[in-house]
């Protein structure tokens, strides 16, 4: 079973699941006060989510419309029959016409309904308010924040099994709310949407049912309601001014205006006209407010507080409603708006914001003030813009955030100040997925935050860039970045570190480097144990749990942790880490074999995710359970659970779950070779993964594509599958291993069907890339008896281009690919690889990676090199290396390296001695590159000559058998030594093992150091002898030159450290004292 | 038909009470409908029962409550809860005794103004009050 085939979009079947974030570090946490100093902002609790969710805006519709007479529209038997059929509806038409009031009716006969006005309102708002209904219900925990997408999630969820009526009105305020909750899966509950504009509704199918004004026989009937009998030629003239508006006849039933105004707009202008001052100013307070405002307020307002004055107005107005909570808002959005444009002909728009906005302020409701002053009085923000940013930015109003931060940016800031507000726009620019933008913001940021010397806030600004960096896949610098903040971490702020460490440990489990992830969480917590933060160590052991099972020699650790999670019985109010212990168990086992341990703890994650209701967890555990079954052959099996997980991805209309397990069952069904229905299966996933834009699903089910008609003999189908999936994989970057394969795959088919001019574009893509981050390798067909690519003038051709880069980078790797080529084929070879190195040889502008490049080439280049191509390459180096002297004399040659400084290192070696020849040029060309091997800064010259000879082992025992001979050790890595001869003139020379070049050789031990050893022995001892030091002594003072030479080999941990094993035992009885307590 | 007058009622929203003078020497009452035609219909059904009132005002909360009922049986006809000033309240309820005749409008606010409203204005009479509880 090719299980190891689908672990490649890392967190799919990471088995290690999810990590639990123990509070996520985000400035939100913080805002600055308006002296420019860095506060927590206070979390409402419990009580005030209660209260603050528990209002049922439906009461508020039952308030509004109480003092109506209202009449059952005839299109209400209509929306009615639809939702018997229909789960979704939306109710279009013009101000006025009566959608608050059939909403209304709907929710008279519905049972369980939640009602919710768009007006104003923010997607967070508003999913806020839906799940904590559901919360409320389920007597559980409220929420007083979510983020969109978890949000949306999180009520998609909630949707499978409950039977709720969502009544959303006047949606045509929030048509981006809208395209959020229209494609999500109703199951049993009904959404009635009302909106003046029917293009909200036009991109998904549902039904739309269009509301015109009272037909004759409605208005009559409506009329009669508010027991108006009129003449028929009053009836008449009422009609054809009111054309059937229901809200011009709620008018005339309310506001007796005589002659008839023409429409709905004239009536508000004689009713406007009716008002005395104290009214009208309530009416132009309530509308102009941002939120709806309280009686106390318009009472301080208008009547210097006298309270029952207000009720009394407020109560002979008819113009406003009052809401619960004693706030109260004009009655109906058409003459709100009226209200607003009057005020502005008036002249008086201006003065009224103002007053109002400023009457706000000075109550400290900075939320109303801001919305009235941030562009009339832009200067009072100083006041309180600071205050209100976090508010906002909470509440999901991102684009106003941004607004407000723009212009408190207007002003000259300090740094620290300048950082945050910056940082605050990158927030609200990603939660808008401006990712460019939010990008440059975030680097602005942290460079501000530095200059301030934050580090607080240097820290949080660095951790949001590099969970930016790994999501967008420039995986790389994520990781130097996370690595330079945690050397930046030490425990000055415990509060902080914590969460911080888990951040960092969730970037490193997707960066699948579990080893630094387990030893963030070990680190996470010691500290959360000193803290007495009983959540914050139970997930970090759980995340513990998690990373430990991914490598070898931890998985007992691994599973002790997670057996003492479900031991300690915490679970029933940490459920998610139950989750992640059953995962770890189950992946534990399954790597032992343990096939029934494993189903165990799988069925046991199922269930769990089933009794919590994560359908989506729920879904991922399924796959995982499934793959068990895959792996002990029991395909039937595992095929009922993968259609079960399907089952859930479609009713949760998760595109992109049903695009994974399809291509899982399609392998399924190849492996069992029926083609037809794995082509069948593998067209759906693809189809999924295009419906949400799931790129590397598109890839991937392009690829299987490609490999299941190819098994059909379609080969030049399958090639441009395959190659469609390459440049898939190019685009999405980071996945080189996948692109290439692809590309090899597309490549071979293209030889196969001959079909050179595709053939000859990608060579050139290909040598396009070299040099770029993401390298379009073409090597991998050298392997290939179909090939017909000329490999070295493919090669010659990328030499080429690595030449004319001005800033070329440790290309080592494709180097020693193509090396492996040169071997395999060596008669033909020698020449073209010569030429190779030459031209790097001529070509070496000093620069330090073509340098050490060359040097490990010519190290490396064993039967390739011989003493022929030695002589051509020797002229070359005498031209090219100015500084490097050969000449030749009785029997040897003599290499003399002349440094600046003064150092001159003289090395001898035998005429008939190619390989001691070419690791003295290596040496010496290695030394060019990095002069630290052996010239340390602000030490002093004590000897300007040193001369020593470069031995072969065998000969070097030869002539010295007279005297005993010699007796050295070598090993896998140490293939050389240094010795003193103390009775020779020159005492030092090197000796180097005869099976060198086999042991050193990197394409069969990629691993070797013996080079390196070379480089830093003889370096160490050239140097002690230069500066008169002990060689240990100089050993540790050019410690850090280890690791700059190893990076150019591609290793990352030589240094000592990185061997020792690392101890992730936790103190558990920290735990068990914290629950005893 | 008592019943609709009630319905009607309902609907009232404001009473005022002018303080006596020149052109008022009896205390009396207007009520006040959102719609001129109230008013009219009103004039219809109390026609028909053609005979004197007796009327009952007092405070209920912040509204006032109106009682009316016939003077000759005293079957009650409708009751209201209206808007009123308490100012004018008050006055009255100093500046008259219990149970002095007076008599009752019945308007529209129309175009803004309280206004009587009669099918025929020439014809038009107060309706008249035997007695006139202020309590």
């Known amino acids: 079973m090719k299980i190891d085939k689908q672990e490649t979009s890392g967190s799919i079947f990471n088995i290690g699941g999810n990590f639990v974030n123990q509070g996520i570090l985000n400035a939100e946490n913080v805002y600055l006060n308006n002296d420019g100093t860095v506060q927590e902002l206070v979390r409402p609790n419990q009580e005030t989510l209660r209260i603050q969710f528990g209002i049922n805006y439906v009461d508020d519709l039952a308030n509004e419309q109480s003092g109506k007479r209202l009449i059952e529209r005839e299109d209400l038997n209509q929306v009615c029959q639809i939702l018997t059929e229909n789960k979704e509806i939306g109710i279009v038409g013009n101000p006025g016409v009566g959608k608050t009031c059939m909403l209304f009716h709907l929710s008279c006969k519905m049972k369980d309904v939640i009602y919710i006005n768009l007006k104003n309102k923010s997607l967070q708002t508003v999913l806020l308010h839906i799940i904590n209904k559901y919360n ?41 709310i809208i395209k959020r909750l229209l494609p999500l899966k109703k199951h049993q509950n009904i959404f009635v949407y009302a909106s003046q504009l029917r293009t909200d509704f036009d991109a998904e199918s549902i039904e739309v049912v269009p509301i015109g004004n009272f037909n004759e026989s409605e208005a009559k009937r409506f009329l009669q309601e508010y027991d108006i009998s009129l003449d028929v030629l009053d009836i008449n003239e009422l009609l054809e001014a009111s054309q059937g508006n229901a809200l011009y006849l709620y008018y005339y039933s309310q506001y007796s205006i005589s002659p008839f105004p023409k429409g709905v707009d004239q009536y508000h202008r004689a009713i406007w006209k009716q008002l005395d001052v104290s009214q009208k100013e309530c009416v132009i307070v309530s509308s102009l407010a941002h939120f709806p405002v309280t009686t106390v307020e318009v009472s301080q307002l208008l009547f210097s507080g006298e309270l029952q004055k207000t009720i009394e107005l407020i109560d ?12 109260i808002e004009v009655f109906h959005p058409a003459f709100r708006k009226f209200v607003v444009e009057q005020t502005k002909t008036d002249g008086l728009l201006d003065v009224y914001k103002s007053r109002l906005g400023n009457y706000f302020k000075d109550a400290r409701n900075f939320r109303q003030a801001i919305y009235l002053l941030i562009d009339l009085e832009p200067e009072t923000l100083e006041d309180f813009g600071f205050e209100i940013l976090p508010e906002i930015y909470n509440s999901g109003e991102f684009e106003f955030s941004n607004k407000i931060a723009y212009a408190l940016l207007k002003k000259p800031r300090d740094p620290a100040t300048e950082g945050y507000l910056k940082f605050c726009i990158y927030q609200n620019q990603r939660f808008l997925q401006l990712d460019k933008d939010a990008a440059l913001m975030i680097e602005d940021a942290i460079q501000l935050f530095a200059r301030a010397g934050n580090r607080r806030l240097h820290l949080v600004a660095q951790m949001n860039k590099a969970m930016d960096l790994v999501e967008s896949g420039g995986i790389a610098h994520g990781r130097e970045l996370v690595d330079s903040i945690l050397e930046q971490d030490d425990e000055a702020d415990p509060e902080q570190t914590g969460p911080l460490l888990v951040s960092l440990s969730k970037i490193y489990i997707d960066l699948h480097q579990y080893k630094q992830a387990a030893d963030v969480c070990k680190k996470a917590y010691d500290l959360f144990a000193k803290q007495k933060n009983l959540y914050g160590m139970v997930s970090s052991m759980a995340n513990l749990a998690s990373s430990l099972n991914h490598f070898d020699g931890y998985r007992d650790l691994s599973r002790k942790y997670a057996h003492k999670l479900l031991d300690l019985g915490l679970t029933d109010y ?11 168990l189950t992946s534990i086992y399954r790597q032992m074999n343990k096939y029934e341990e494993a189903k165990k703890y799988g069925a046991l994650a199922v269930r769990q995710c089933q009794k919590y209701k994560l359908f989506k967890k729920a879904i991922l555990n399924l796959i995982n359970y499934g793959n068990i079954f895959r792996d002990t052959g029991e395909t039937d099996e595992a095929l009922k659970i993968y259609q079960e997980a399907l089952f859930h991805a479609v009713e949760m209309n998760i595109h992109k779950e049903q695009c994974r397990i399809h291509w899982i069952m399609s392998e399924i069904f190849v492996e069992k070779n029926d083609l037809e229905e794995g082509l069948r299966l593998i067209d759906l996933s693809i189809g999924s993964a295009k419906l949400v834009n799931y790129s590397y699903g598109i890839a ?12 059909r003999g379609e080969f030049k189908t399958a090639a441009i599958n395959y190659e469609e999936a390459f440049n898939i994989f190019v685009q999405i970057g980071g996945m080189i291993k996948e692109s290439n394969r692809c590309l090899t795959l597309a490549i071979l088919l293209y030889m ?5 001019n595709r053939l000859e574009r990608l060579v050139k893509i290909s040598v396009a890339s070299f040099g770029g981050e993401n390298f379009i390798d073409l090597m991998g067909i050298a392997d290939y008896e179909e090939n017909i690519v000329d490999i070295h003038d493919y090669f010659s051709q990328l030499n080429v281009k690595y030449i004319e880069n001005p800033a070329p980078n440790n290309q080592v790797p494709e180097y020693l690919d193509y090396l492996r080529y040169c071997k395999d084929n060596l008669e033909s070879s020698k020449l073209p690889f010569k030429k190779i190195v030459l031209a790097l040889c001529a070509n070496h502008c000093n620069n330090p990676n073509r340098l050490s490049l060359l040097s490990i080439l010519i190290e490396q280049s064993g039967k390739l090199l011989e003493a022929g191509e030695l002589q051509d390459l020797i002229s070359e180096i005498q031209n090219s290396i100015k500084s490097l002297k050969i000449r030749k004399t009785v029997g040897e040659i003599v290499f003399l390296s002349i440094d600046p400084k003064g150092f001159n290192l003289e090395i001898n070696v035998h005429q008939e001695d190619p390989m001691g020849i070419k690791l003295c040029l290596a040496f010496l060309i290695f030394r060019t590159a990095i002069p630290e091997i052996f010239s340390i800064e602000g030490l002093d010259i004590k000897q300007k000559y040193f001369k020593i000879y470069f031995h072969e082992y ?38 180097i093992n005869n099976d060198y070049e086999a042991k050193a050789d990197l394409l069969r031990f990629p691993g070797n150091k013996c080079f ?15 500066y008169n030091k002990d060689i240990g002594e100089i050993y540790e003072i050019t410690r850090s030159i280890t690791a700059r030479i190893a990076l150019i080999f591609g290793y990352t941990n030589v240094d000592d450290d990185a061997e020792r094993k690392f101890d992730y035992n936790l103190d558990l009885s920290k735990i068990e004292e914290l629950i005893a307590e | 038909m008592i019943e609709d007058l009630q319905k009607i009622f309902d609907l009232a929203i ?8 020149e052109t008022n020497s009896v205390p009396v009452l207007g009520i006040a409908f959102a719609n001129a035609n109230y008013p009219k219909q009103i004039e219809k059904i109390l026609a028909s029962i053609s005979e004197k009132f007796n009327l009952s005002i007092s405070p209920a909360g912040k509204l006032l409550n109106l009682k009316v009922s016939k003077a000759s049986n005293g079957e009650n006809l409708f009751d209201a809860l209206l808007n009123y000033e308490e100012r004018e309240y008050e006055w009255l309820k100093n500046h008259i005794k219990k149970s002095i005749s007076g008599a009752f409008v019945v308007g529209a606010i129309h175009n803004g103004k309280f206004m009587i409203v009669s099918d025929n204005p020439l014809s038009f009479n107060p309706y008249q009050v035997e007695s006139f509880n202020v309590g």
């Open chain 1, 752 to 756: 196969k069907t001959g079909e050179k």
């Open chain 1, 136 to 176: 409320i219900i389920a007597g559980v925990q409220l929420i007083d924040k979510i983020d969109i997408e978890n949000g949306l999630e999180l009520f998609q969820g909630l949707l499978v099994d409950s039977k709720i009526t969502f009544l959303i009105d006047e949606c045509e305020n929030s048509s981006e």
């Open chain 1, 954 to 991: 065998d000969l070097l025992n030869e002539v010295m058998s007279a005297k005993g001979g010699l007796s050295l050790d070598f090993n896998d890595d140490l293939q050389s030594h240094v010795i003193k001869w103390q009775q020779a003139e020159f005492p030092t020379a090197v000796v």
């Open chain 1, 316 to 327: 002979t107005l008819r113009l406003v409603n009052r809401l619960t909570e004693g706030k």
């Open chain 1, 1012 to 1026: 390196i050893y070379l480089l830093r022995t003889l370096g160490c001892e050239v140097s002690g002898y230069f």
């Open chain 2, 14 to 21: 404001r009473a005022y009470l002018p303080p006596l003078d």
């Open chain 1, 574 to 584: 940490y459920f998610g880490l139950e989750l992640i212990a059953l995962n770890a």
């Open chain 1, 700 to 711: 991937h089910g392009l690829k299987e594509r490609g490999s299941i008609l190819e098994a």
